[in-house]
Each structure stands twice: as C-alpha cells, then as structure tokens.
C-alpha cells in the first residue's frame, strides 16, 4: 500500500465521547502533519511531528491530543469535543527542512460533533 | 507577516477554455517554495506543481503552468483546456525557511467548469 491513508473517512460522535483519528504513511517521510479544515476558511496547521518528535502545536485545545509512535503512524485522540470542532481533518507526510517538498495528503475524516 | 492571498472565491468557466487562478504571496525570506494544490469534492489535496524562488523558468506540470512573476509576488496558476473533471477548490501554499518549513495556505478558489 502506498500513500497516505486516514481512517475513518467519516465519524459522527457525541460531545461526551472519545474517539481517535488513524493516519498511516507508506513513503518513507520523516514528518507528518494534522490538519483542521472548516468550511470557508485557510487550512489551520494543528500538530506537527519531525521524526517522532512533536515540533509544533500551534494553540490547540487539549481536548485534541496527538500521538506518533513510530514514523508512519499518527494518531489525534479526541475527547470531549464541541460542535465547532465539527471538520475535515487532514493528515499529511513530506520530508521535513526542505523547501521544495510537496506534502502528501490522505482523503481526511469528515468529522461531525453532536 | 507572511501571507499567501487568493482573490477569486469561485470562478465559472467553460469547458476547454484556459483558466487563470490568482494568487500572490507575502515573504521577506529570499528562499521559498511555492505550490498549488487540486481538493476535489472527496477531500483529499492532490499536489499540482512547484515553483522555487530561485527558478529561471516557469513550472510547467501537463496541462498546468505556473506564471511566476517575482517582483510582483505573483504565482498564478493557468490550467489549459479546461476539463469537467478539473471542478474542484484549489489551493495555492508557501514554504520558507522562517516559517520553519510549515506550509502557509490561501483561502482557495473554488472552480467549476461548465459543459
């Protein structure tokens, strides 16, 4: 299997649930990404990790917790969302320090908080 | 501040017409990439073409070119013959050194070509 692949694709959970976001990289990139997309609005970079290490948080509330045990695998632990968090949310993999990478997407998880 | 800006909310256009998607950036780092991305309806970003700061000629991927205009901070995307399977949003992005490597996005452009 090759790419970037996110599971799942759709997910509907309750403001007192927990749930995790699976993303998985078959490229051999030593960075991964989380990011938020809302309608209408600029992609919003929420997590990055450059080789195993979370290098970057960009003010995210502690109800979303990423996890990246390994160089291909990320994870974002939900809990206690809110209606507003309802997105699409992306996970994408490049090779990190390098200005002329292009970043691999997965087809994100189209999230809803009810 | 770095910025990338998309004007064009939505365009029509039709079929096999060329189309020209805006986008023009803010960067006082003389290094930087520049990329364009295709997000159908499905949701996945398929990368469409790069263009570095210090390249002499315009990136040409297929059917897409990138006209890039320096001095003007422009980086424009141009899709010839347009195609139906071509509606989708489309994102122009930036990566420089002082924004440690991290993509900065436009709005996007949300293109619908018509029969």
């Known amino acids: 299997e090759t790419g970037v692949t996110q599971t799942p694709r759709h997910l509907v959970m309750g403001m007192t649930n927990k749930k995790s976001l699976k993303c998985e990289q078959h490229l051999g990139h030593n960075a991964m990404y989380w990011y938020k997309q809302s309608a209408k609005k600029p992609l919003e970079l929420m997590f990055v990790?450059?080789?195993?290490?979370?290098?970057e948080n960009n003010s995210v509330p502690s109800r979303f917790s990423p996890e990246c045990p390994n160089s291909s695998h990320l994870f974002l632990h939900l809990h206690t969302l809110q209606p507003e968090d309802s997105a699409l949310y992306l996970c994408?993999?490049?090779?990190?320090?390098?200005?002329?990478?292009?970043?691999?997407f997965g087809q994100g998880t189209r999230l809803t908080v009810v | 501040a770095q910025k990338i800006t998309q004007t064009q909310p939505g365009m029509f256009v039709q079929e096999k017409e060329a189309v020209t998607l805006d986008c023009t950036y803010d960067t006082s780092d003389p290094s930087y990439g520049l990329f364009w991305y295709k997000q159908p309806s499905s949701g996945e970003m398929i990368f469409l073409i790069y263009q570095g700061s210090y390249d002499q000629q315009n990136a040409t991927e297929g059917r897409y070119s990138l006209n890039f205009q320096k001095a003007r901070k422009s980086a424009n995307l141009v899709i010839s013959a347009s195609q139906l399977g071509d509606s989708a949003m489309y994102f122009c992005a930036m990566r420089t050194r002082d924004s440690n490597y991290q993509l900065i996005w436009g709005a996007g452009t949300k293109l619908i070509i018509k029969p």
């Open positions: 990790y450059s080789l195993e290490e979370r290098v």
């Open positions: 994408a993999s490049s090779q990190s320090g390098q200005l002329n990478t292009e970043a691999f």
